[in-house]
T-cell receptor
Framework: DQQVKQNSPSLSVQEGRISILNCDYT??????FLWYKKYPAEGPTFLIS?????DKNEDGRFTVFLNKSAKHLSLHIVPSQPGDSAVYFC????????????FGKGTKLTVNP | SQTIHQWPATLVQPVGSPLSLECTVE??????LYWYRQAAGRGLQLLFY??????ISSEVPQNLSASRPQDRQFILSSKKLLLSDSGFYLC???????????FGEGSWLTVV
């Protein structure tokens, strides 16, 4: 049973446009959400996070939106750059315990010049 | 600042051979430590986590084991590798009780 779902395995956007990566979760106990970025043959790097007490968190070109009623979160990248091309993983945890961080399967973003 | 290193970066091992992947964290004390595996098309799967020396929790039954002989050292082992053990293995750490996990560079294991 997949508790964190990234239903789009891939996404292609034009440089300068907005990239929107989506993530759905099923466990209503999740209260902290993170996005990681991963290049091939490298470990994932932490990108941005959001607590369930917020519905938006912004860091430069990256914004994460959380819709608790829909159990949905999204990552917006504006403007998209070719260097953003990577696999993006959504992750969630319940009650603040990182040992129970659950990951989605990832979405491969390609930003075309 | 904190850093995490794991090695070897790549490994090709025959079926039935042993495995040892090592991970160390610097710049922090009493971290939580993790081993994840990324298999093709399956995302990141938590294999083991540890909240202290000698304390190991296993998330999935498997052919692998983990040990934490020192505070900032985490080792992934197997006595006899299977073909299905092939994958990209990631060590990670977090502050005890923290929400964010930080990953190492990863180790590619190919079992032939």
């Amino acid at each position: 049973d997949q508790q964190v779902k990234q239903n789009s395995p891939s996404l292609s956007v034009q440089e300068g446009r907005i990239s929107i990566l989506n993530c759905d979760y099923t466990n209503s106990m999740f209260d902290y959400f993170l996005w990681y970025k991963k290049y091939p043959a490298e470990g994932p790097t932490f990108l941005i996070s959001i607590s369930s007490i917020k519905d938006k968190n912004e860091d430069g070109r990256f914004t994460v939106f959380l819709n608790k009623s829909a159990k949905h979160l999204s990552l917006h990248i504006v403007p998209s750059q070719p260097g953003d091309s990577a696999v993006y993983f959504c992750a969630a945890s319940a009650r603040g315990g990182s040992e129970k961080l659950v990951f989605g399967k990832g979405t491969k973003l390609t930003v075309n010049p | 600042s904190q850093t995490i290193h794991q090695w070897p970066a790549t490994l090709v091992q025959p079926v039935g051979s042993p495995l040892s992947l090592e991970c160390t964290v610097e710049g922090t004390s009493n971290p939580n430590l993790y081993w994840y595996r990324q298999a093709a098309g399956r995302g990141l799967q938590l294999l083991f986590y540890s909240v202290g020396i000698g304390q190991i929790s296993s998330e999935v039954p498997q052919n692998l084991s983990a040990s934490r002989p020192q505070d900032r050292q985490f080792i992934l082992s197997s006595k006899k590798l299977l073909l299905s053990d092939s994958g990209f293995y990631l060590c990670a750490w977090s502050v005890a009780g923290g929400n964010t996990i930080y990953f190492g560079e990863g180790s590619w294991l190919t079992v032939v």
